[in-house]
């Protein structure tokens, strides 16, 4: 399956080809895969994500499964690359991955049945929705702060054209631990389903991007953590994390809260369901 990645590359923005252990660019220059300085791997005008779609995390919350798929949007500014840093902002601390697959669209949709979905496609590449729940009490309805602030939208490493979506894991590693191991084939509206449903009433341009949901065991992290994400036939997408240089400010808006809401959601299974006590805040 060929795997492309657009890098920096003397100062350009470069699209290569994966050959083994380089990328290859078109002029012919070879840059080694460990080398390289990773761009996402999509421009996209608009990020799209699923809320709820595989059956494990359903279950994990004693949720009941909608009768269709709901989404949120995340702004092009919260994207971000393989191995770049994803910033959790000082006096924050509910900051949670969600390992997932990235739909790109290679070709403009508006209203198409779901069977003629994958001539839309121009591949698929992993992705970590970040959650800052610190923010949920007030954008629970938008998710606007909650998934779509500054870094929280890490794409790659590269676009993987001609992948069967069908029965491929999907794992997430915090410091080399398996923390999600999830399936694909656990997925209630699959990549073809979801790429049809938006397009009936938004245009998908190409190069957009649709997150097609992740599996249980969304849990927070803290600054020094490395949290990979592997889904099989699509690579691994390695990002750290670290701490703002300043704190969300005070004097404007609503500030980071720590209602069981939050806590709930961002602690999962251990929190409301284990009986787990959090952490308290220094």
């Known amino acids: 399956m060929p795997e492309y990645r657009r890098i920096l590359l003397d100062g350009a923005v470069v699209e290569t080809v994966r050959e083994g252990d380089e990328l290859l660019a078109g002029d012919g220059r070879r840059v080694p895969v460990r080398q390289a300085h990773h761009l996402p791997p999509a421009?996209?005008?608009?990020?799209?994500?699923?809320?709820?779609?595989?059956?494990?995390?359903v279950a994990e919350f004693q949720a009941r499964l909608p009768a269709a798929p709901t989404y949120f949007h995340k702004p092009t500014s919260a994207l971000n690359?393989?191995?770049?840093?994803?910033?959790?902002?000082?006096?924050?601390?509910?900051?949670?991955?969600?390992?997932?697959?990235?739909?790109?669209?290679?070709?403009?949709?508006?209203?198409?049945?779901?069977?003629?979905?994958?001539?839309?496609?121009?591949?698929?590449?992993?992705?970590?929705?970040?959650g800052l729940h610190d923010f949920r009490d007030t954008d629970a309805g938008s998710m606007l702060r909650v998934k779509g602030s500054d870094t929280l939208c890490p794409l790659g490493p590269g676009l993987v054209t001609d992948w069967d979506f069908h029965g491929k894991y999907l794992?997430?590693?915090?410091?080399?631990?398996?923390?999600?191991?999830?399936?694909?084939?656990?997925?209630?509206?699959?990549?073809?389903?979801?790429?049809?449903?938006?397009?009936?009433?938004?245009?998908?341009?190409?190069?957009?991007?649709?997150?097609?949901?992740?599996?249980?065991?969304?849990?927070?992290v803290q600054p020094g953590d490395v949290v990979e994400v592997e889904v099989e036939g699509l690579g691994r997408l390695t990002n750290h994390i670290v701490t703002g240089p300043a704190p969300v400010r005070g004097d404007v808006g609503a500030q980071p809260t720590e209602s069981e809401e939050v806590l709930s959601t961002a602690l999962g299974g251990d929190w409301e369901f284990r009986g787990i006590r959090p952490p308290k805040r220094p």
Request: net charge positive; proline share 5%; hydrophobic share 35%.
């Open 171 to 220: 794992r997430t590693y915090v410091n080399g631990r398996l923390v999600q191991d999830g399936s694909t084939d656990e997925m209630a509206w699959d990549m073809h389903y979801l790429v049809a449903d938006i397009a009936r009433t938004i245009t998908l341009h190409p190069g957009d991007v649709l997150l097609s949901g992740t599996p249980a065991n969304s849990r927070p």
């Open 43 to 57: 421009v996209p005008s608009k990020v799209i994500a699923v809320h709820l779609n595989h059956r494990s995390r």
């Open 81 to 130: 690359s393989h191995r770049g840093a994803v910033v959790r902002p000082e006096g924050c601390k509910w900051l949670n991955y969600e390992g997932e697959v990235a739909i790109v669209i290679g070709r403009t949709a508006r209203n198409i049945a779901p069977h003629r979905a994958a001539d839309h496609i121009a591949g698929y590449t992993v992705a970590n929705d970040y």
